[in-house]
């Protein structure tokens, strides 16, 4: 499978964005799809997964402010943004998994190549 993100862009604290990885070669529900992203100078850090199309989950700093949905008709998976915060400023990035749920970066084996988030303040 063949990830392309896009979406990302620069706007202020409390603006919402909404970040589309778009899936070819293969259905994205056939993988675990996880989102990540990496800020400057830190670690690649798990931000939420849509497993099989159907299951979801998010670390703690983005619930109730990210949701993940998803367009089968148009093999798509969103990450949709809101109440952006400074600290949200990172390059994104989705990512596919064979395996049924990880939160490793590791146990990705496909990556997008990336859409950079700035929230200024």
């Known amino acids: 499978v063949q990830l392309q993100a896009s979406g990302g862009g620069l706007v202020q604290a409390g603006d919402s964005l909404k970040l589309s990885c778009a899936a070819s070669?293969?259905?994205?529900?056939?993988?675990?799809i996880g989102w990540f992203r990496q800020a400057p100078g830190k670690e690649r850090e798990f931000v939420g997964i849509?497993?099989?199309?159907?299951?979801?989950a998010y670390i703690n700093s983005v619930k109730g402010r990210f949701t993940i949905s998803s367009d089968v008709a148009k093999n798509t998976v969103y990450l949709q943004m809101n109440s952006l915060k400074p600290e949200d400023t990172a390059v994104y990035y989705c990512?596919?998994?064979?395996?049924?749920?990880?939160?490793?970066?590791?146990?990705?084996?496909?990556w997008g190549q990336g859409t950079l988030v700035t929230v200024s303040s």
């Open positions: 849509i497993s099989r199309g159907e299951i979801l």
């Open positions: 070669g293969r259905t994205f529900r056939e993988y675990a």
């Open positions: 990512a596919a998994a064979s395996t049924a749920w990880t939160t490793r970066a590791e146990e990705y084996e496909f």
